[in-house]
């Protein structure tokens, strides 16, 4: 396979949507109920291949590359993750995805799903989220756990270009904090060597270190979520502490958090049944 080809996936539709300055690259399995599903970095839609091979009786998943990544044009913007929101939800309007929708995000995909469940809430019936933090996290929480940010995430603001195309960087991180064998592991790292989708996750960085983090300690997340929340995580995660996402501190009408011994930041890749079985309860649960 070609890294600037998607992967194969048996039986997935695939599509090109123009929205709001984005040409989207979006993935499709399934009929039924619509299912947003998000990725995060260093990854794209394949994260959720499994989801997409055999997607559950009565439902569509939806998996589109965010602005920038995977095979999606880039973003008219620094990847402001607000500036992702209205992308996605002009995306959504586009594909006519108005109501009863299920949200499902993952790193950053999580970080923006709680953004787009505060924005229009009326749009969603359930989000799913794994191994990320949710917005109303105290700042004493944040500033214990600051280091496991400051591990990576000033490379990749900084020199993160040239790291992503001429390193191997991307293989050292997911061959050590994932159980993806070696080719799902290329699947991933060679995208990155694309300068649009390197300059992408620089971008996406730089624009949280400098300009969203110092916003958000000014004015802390005081919205709060109505839409039920299913916040699943490995408890191994060495970038995220679980902490960052407990029940206690979460301004939220129905959520509840659920921890995963043995399982660490890439859990939709090396938990793909309990992905799966959380996304049929969460439907059922809010048929």
Known sequence: MAADQPPVIPDVRRSFV?????????????????VVVLHGWPQHHYVYRDLLANPPE?????????PGYGWSG????RWAKEDVVSDLLALMDVMGLQKDVLLVGHDWGGWIGYRMVLREPERFRGYLVFNMVHPWV??????????????YQPLMATVGVPVLRRTRYLEW????????????VRVFSERFRDPVVARTAMETYRT???REIP????????RRATVPIRAVFGVEDAAIHHSMAAAETARADDYT???VPGCGHFIVDDRSELVRQRLIELDRETR
């Open 138 to 151: 105290p700042k004493s929480v944040v500033a214990r756990h600051a280091w496991r940010l400051l591990a």
């Open 58 to 66: 009565g439902l569509r998943i939806i998996a589109p590359d965010l």
């Open 257 to 259: 958090l659920e921890l």
């Open 173 to 184: 991180v997911l061959g050590n904090f994932s159980g993806m064998d070696r080719e799902t």
């Open 208 to 210: 949280f270190l400098l």
């Open 18 to 34: 123009e929205a709001r300055g984005v040409r989207f690259h979006v993935t499709e399995a399934g009929e039924g109920r619509p």
């Open 74 to 77: 880039a973003a008219p913007h």
């Open 215 to 222: 916003a958000a300690a000014r004015n802390p997340e005081v």
